[in-house]
T-cell receptor, first 117, second 111 residues
Framework: AQTVTQSQPEMSVQEAETVTLSCTYD???????LFWYKQPPSRQMILVIR??????QNATENRFSVNFQKAAKSFSLKISDSQLGDTAMYFC??????????????FGTGTRLQVTL | DAGVIQSPRHEVTEMGQEVTLRCKPI?????LFWYRQTMMRGLELLIY????????DSGMPEDRFSAKMPNASFSTLKIQPSEPRDSAVYFC?????????FGPGTRLTVL
């Protein structure tokens, strides 16, 4: 079974600064996807960024980037130039490449990020 | 596309009543997922469908919970009878087998 661990329950960062959220996972498979989802106070789950395990290049999406270390099974999210609107709960998630009907997401417990003035 | 649509957004009911939550997935998506989110247990996958067929319902907490997907554009999650411990936010999500796109959720309160 796959597991996802987020060891930072809460983090705080000042506006315009950079913050890194940690995520580790455990799997014996080699083909999978990793995701970061954001859940603001509105509770909507929003996909932030996606990484395919077969790609060596780290994914980037505007101010969001990841540091994917496959051997270490680590998948951290870096938020640059933090904005007040980045305040949210952030979930790391894992899914195997769908084969047949396998497409379940496994979520971490989340990191609550507070961006302050 | 309007995204995943859920209704109602809020539901308050009394213990013992039947509750039906509704979901319309993104058109063309062939996977549909139902999740429950609580402070104590986080996000839990209850059940998911592929091409309208239930694939894994091992997360459904007990027989009071049932889910159906009669066609590609509609799914329901029913709780009968409801209990206070069912109070949570229920999310529906759809996908093409990769990233999942979530609806806004239904906040259920059972008194």
């Amino acid at each position: 079974a796959q597991t996802v661990t987020q060891s930072q329950p809460e983090m705080s960062v000042q506006e315009a600064e950079t913050v890194t959220l940690s995520c580790t996972y455990d799997t014996s498979e080699s083909n999978y996807y990793l995701f970061w989802y954001k859940q603001p106070p509105s509770r909507q789950m929003i996909l932030v960024i996606r990484q395919e395990a077969y790609k060596q290049q780290n994914a980037t999406e505007n101010r969001f980037s990841v540091n994917f270390q496959k051997a270490a099974k680590s998948f951290s999210l870096k938020i640059s130039d933090s904005q007040l609107g980045d305040t949210a709960m952030y979930f790391c998630a894992f899914t195997l490449l769908p084969t047949g009907t396998a497409s379940k997401l496994t979520f971490g417990t989340g990191t609550r990020l507070q961006v302050t003035l | 596309d309007a995204g995943v649509i859920q209704s109602p957004r809020h539901e308050v009911t009394e213990m013992g009543q039947e509750v039906t939550l509704r979901c319309k997935p993104i058109s063309g998506h062939d996977y549909l997922f139902w999740y429950r989110q609580t402070m104590m247990r986080g996000l839990e996958l209850l059940i998911y469908f592929n091409n309208n067929v239930p694939i894994d319902d091992s997360g459904m907490p007990e027989d009071r919970f049932s889910a159906k997907m009669p066609n590609a554009s509609f799914s329901t999650l029913k709780i009968q009878p409801s209990e206070p411990r069912d109070s949570a936010v229920y999310f529906c999500a759809s996908s093409l087998g990769r990233e999942q796109f979530f609806g806004p959720g239904t906040r259920l309160t059972v008194l």
